[in-house]
Each structure stands twice: as C-alpha cells, then as structure tokens.
C-alpha cells in the first residue's frame, strides 16, 4: 500500500555507486556499501579520486535521507495509520543506530585523510567545518537515546494529531475551529476558542510527561558528549558558528525595546475598534472592524491555483517549479482527522525536488503558510546542481529567509485570491502577523534558554518561567478565568517538543526577509535577483555569506530591528 501522495521518483542523477534496486530498510543490503568506501577510501591516489570518493558517499547520503524522508511524510500524512508508523518507526529503530556509527567512520577517515589538504578551497570550507563538529560530538552512546528522543517525538505528533472536538454537532480537528476565531460573532469566537483550549489542557499531564522524557534524554546527550548542559551542546550540534547565547538574548531585548511598544498600539487600537474594555484571548485574530473573516478560497483545488497565479506573475521560473510541484502530486494541503499538525517541506534528497505538507482550511494564513513553503521549496528547486549533498541544505536561518521573503514578495499579488480592499485586508494582516511573531519568538526562545540551562528544574519552576516570558512578550491580554491555559500554552509549540532550539531562526531570518522585501520597494527585478542568489549557494558558504548574497546583513541586534520596523509601521499606515 503506498501511502504517499506521489509515485517513485526518479534520481535526479543516474546512480553510480548505491545499487538500483536495493532495500533502503534492510540494513544487511547497506552496511556493504559503508565497507566498500571505508575500503576505497584507502586506495585514493590523488584528489581526483578523493573527491569521485566523496561523491559516492554523498549519493549514499543521499539515497537514505530520501528513504528517511518518505517514511516520514507518510507517517505525518497519516498518523493514525500502523503501517505508516511501523514503516517510520522500523527506520528509527533499526536503520539510524547502524547508520550513525559508519557516518562517523567515514567523517574521521576524511578528516584524516592526506589528500583532505590538497582539496580545492574554499570549496570545502564548510563541509570541514562541520564534520569536524560531527565528529567531536559523536559518542556511541548517544545512539540509543537519540533514537528514544525520535520515538518520543512521533508520540507528541501523535497525540497532537488525534485531537479532535464535538463542535455544534460536528466532530472537528482542531485546525479547523480556527476559523471561528475570525468569527464577527463573538460569542462564537468564546466557544470555539473555549472549546479547543479546554481539549489541549486534557492532554496537559501528557503533554509534560513528555517532555519531561525529552528533556531528561537530552541533558543526558548532552552530559555525554561532556558538556554542563544541553544549551551548549544544542548551539554546538546546530552549528552556531555566527552567533551565541548572548546573542540571543540581545535579540530578546530587541523585541521588548522595539517591537512591544508598536504591538501594544495595535492592541489598543483593536481594543477601542472593537468597543472592548479589554482584549481577550478570542478577540486577536478577527477584524478589528468587526468585517466578515477572509476567506480565500474554499477548496484546496483553488488554493493552489490562486497560489500559481501569484508565481506566474513574480517570476516564471519560480512559476515553473511550482507547476512542477504539481505534475508529480508533491504537495498535500488540506486538513483531516489522522493528519499530523502544522506545515512543513521536506526534500527528497536523490530525486532533489520538494514535498509540501499543510493543514489548509480556508482562512488568510493558509495563503501565507502556502507561500512560506514554496519559498523553501524554491531553494530545494535552485539547488538541484549542486552535486554534494550537505551542501544542498542551507543553515535554518537563511532557509528561512527563503520562505519568509516568500510570503513579503508573494503578497504583492494577493488579488489572486481577493477583491482589492480584501486584498488591502490581507496585506494589512499579514505585516501586523509579522509584528506579532516577534514577541512569541523571543518568548519560545527565551523559554529554552531557561529551561536548558536550569537542569534539574521542576515542574512549577518551569511554568513560572513560562509565566514570567508571557508577563515580558504577552503583551496587552486579559486572561483572566484562564490562567491555566495560559500556563500551558507552550504545549501547542511542536518546536519545543521536535527541534529543540529551532525556533529562533524565524525571527534572524525574518529580519532577513524585510531587508529583501525592502530591495524589493528600491528595485523588484534586482531584489528578487540577488534572492535567488543567495538560494543557489544553498549551504556552501557561511551564513553571514549567503545573507550578503541575497541581498541583506546577517545582523539581529537593535541596530538592524529598528528600521524595519519602522518600514512595517509606515507600510501599515499606507494599508489603513
């Protein structure tokens, strides 16, 4: 049974070293491909070679991810489906234990390897750099843990995909009750909110035994590649080299010093808009005026071709591979019981092109959600020539001005999908949305600062601090009668539960993505130039390099905040 959208794809090169027709879950069919270059490796005379040596084990690293990957989207596609979590789960338990080992032999047989000197530079430059972190974190230990915290992981998603409610006589995920929250009624907009509040707080005590397992799997991880805590393990493994702890926390200062004050004005101006004494935790995502919610589109079918609409008008080639997207079924869109939450895209490493999964349900943010993956499936697409597979990723943060400039570039074309002052509506939204991440970012990643840098902490002490970072980034919220949902309103954020750390991205790489979208205001052909630069470098230079490439600073201090947002505030006064 095949339980993935799109059929077998082709390799986007002809294998020349993994087998055409070999099992990627049998490990006795792959561990003779891991002899084979740790004994090649030896017989390497010149770098000719060494380099034909290294492109055999990037097509080996290639060909896994890609199985890893389609077991993956199979089982988020379909979470109530045992197949597809036996599939997902025999990959983690039976293929990446054995995997990690050999990865770490071929990475020292590099690194010390004669002919690594004589290698072009800077051509390799960053792949050096990091599997010379690869290698100085690995330890065997961590195997089986690493393993427990991915079973763990595909739990969260489980349990948050099988949450539904009864709603008005209707079973509804709770994706889905989003759109009453755009609701005029507002009443309505209590219940709904209500209702989906109420049905995560059941899940409370799970939700935390949870991550309790989590966080005790990596302070342990952590603890056994000797380092005093997961904080300075997590900076290290995610390959940090641009920025510190420190760093971030002269960002968090940013967001209170630059972006709070403009956000409380939109509340208190949302508030008075409303007749309201005070906002509530249901009154932040209808229209101030009180208009009928936006909507879109009413079926995924039109979604998708408003959104190939706004890419034939930007830029032909990004309209091709969206087009592309679509011949070969790699993307599935809509929302349904059993389906993991949240959005992503996944690339399918051999085959080099990109999958899109997301929960549409007709409402504004699903226009964004779409564009932010296309924008990361753009940078798959413009990396296709690059023949070493690590390179063919970038670091988080400028992966994420790839989708981010997306939706600022995209929306210049919002008509596709409304009437001009709906359009004018969405716009509107969508920057004031960008004022409002800000502070959520700063609070989730504030959060585990905190909480990985407190080993040992309790469970009280960790839900003061949580309290203490709403109280700082919440802004101006009556949540009074609902303070313990407040308390746990962490649990929606499948970050902090699956990537620890990756969460901060967002808001470096949304600097990133203003500063692009302001080229775009000077000179749109010459911004969205310099973009697609910067995406075909995909991770062969270092960050601040593939910043510079596109066009922007890699800098997040007040310094560079402080004129975006003013841009935005003057962008908001032109949209009233």
């Given amino acids: 049974m095949n339980l993935l959208p799109f059929n077998q794809l082709p390799a986007y090169r002809p294998r020349r070293f993994v087998p055409a027709k070999i099992d990627l879950g049998d490990w006795s069919q792959i561990a003779p491909l891991f002899d084979q270059l740790e004994k090649s490796a030896r017989q390497c005379q010149n770098v000719e070679s060494f380099e034909r040596w290294l492109a055999d084990g990037s097509e080996l690293s290639a060909a896994l991810d890609e199985e890893a ?6 089982m988020t596609c379909h979470t109530d489906n045992p197949e597809a979590e036996k599939a997902y789960l025999h990959f983690v338990e039976k293929i990446e234990p054995e995997l990690k080992p050999r990865q770490f032999n071929l990475a020292k047989i590099y690194l010390q390897h004669p002919l690594r000197s004589k290698l072009p530079q800077p051509r390799y430059e960053v792949f050096d750099r990091h599997t010379e972190v690869s290698v100085a974190l690995f330890r065997e230990e961590n195997i089986p843990l690493e393993t ?29 009750m989003g759109r009453y929250l755009e609701e005029p009624d507002r009443a309505l907009r209590q219940e709904a909110w209500e209702t989906v509040a109420n049905r995560r707080l059941q899940e409370a005590e799970k939700f935390e035994d949870q991550f309790e397992q989590l966080l005790k799997i990596r302070e342990q991880i952590a603890a056994n ?18 920025y510190t702890p420190e760093d971030c926390g002269k960002f968090h200062d940013a967001i209170e010093k630059e972006i709070m004050p403009p956000l409380r004005r939109l509340q208190a101006e949302r508030r008075k808009q409303l007749g309201l004494d005070s906002l509530r935790p249901w009154d932040l995502s209808v229209d101030p005026l009180n208009l009928p919610a936006l909507r879109p589109f009413d079926g995924v079918d039109k979604m998708v071709s408003g959104t190939q609409h706004i890419f034939d008008q930007l830029d032909p080639k990004l309209a091709d591979g969206f087009q592309t997207m679509q011949n070969l079924h790699l993307l599935d869109l809509d929302n349904r019981k059993g389906k993991a939450p949240g959005g992503y895209q996944s690339t399918l490493a051999e085959s080099r092109l990109p999958f899109i999964f997301m929960n549409a349900v007709g409402i504004q943010r699903d226009v964004e959600t779409i564009l932010h993956e296309a924008g990361h499936a753009f940078h798959a697409l413009a990396t296709r020539d690059e023949d070493i597979h690590f390179y063919r ?4 943060e400028f992966c994420e001005v790839a989708s981010m400039s997306m939706e600022l570039l995209g929306n210049e074309f919002i008509e596709s999908f409304y009437p001009a002052a709906e359009a004018k509506r969405a716009r509107r939204d969508h920057l004031e949305g960008i004022l409002e991440i800000f ?53 929606r954020q499948l970050h902090i539960f699956l990537h620890p750390f990756y969460y901060v991205e967002y808001g470096i790489a949304q600097l ?9 205001k000077k000179d749109k052909a010459r911004a969205l130039q310099q973009y697609q630069q910067g995406l075909a470098l995909g991770g062969s230079r270092p960050l601040p390099e593939l910043f510079a490439a596109a066009g922007c600073r890699f800098d997040f201090s007040q310094k560079t905040v402080h004129p975006l947002v003013e841009l935005v505030n003057t962008e908001l006064e032109k949209l009233r």
């Fill in 439 to 491: 502070p959520w970012i700063a609070t989730v990643d504030a959060f585990q600062h905190w909480i990985y840098s407190h080993p040992g902490h309790t469970r009280a002490e960790r839900q003061k601090a949580w309290l203490d970072l709403m109280n700082r980034f919440g802004g101006d919220v009556n949540w009074t009668g609902y303070e313990k949902i407040r308390a746990n309103l962490w649990h």
């Fill in 148 to 176: 427990e915290e991915s079973k763990l992981s595909q739990q969260y998603q489980k349990l948050s995909g099988s949450l539904t409610v009864q709603f008005r006589g209707e079973e509804k995920t709770l994706v889905q």
């Fill in 393 to 396: 990723s970038a670091p988080i």
């Fill in 225 to 242: 590649a000797g380092f005093p805590n997961y904080l300075k393990y997590a900076f290290r493994r995610l390959e940090r080299f641009d």
């Fill in 512 to 520: 990133g993505a203003l500063q692009v979208w302001a080229n775009s």
């Fill in 69 to 74: 990957s389609r077991r993956y989207i199979a």
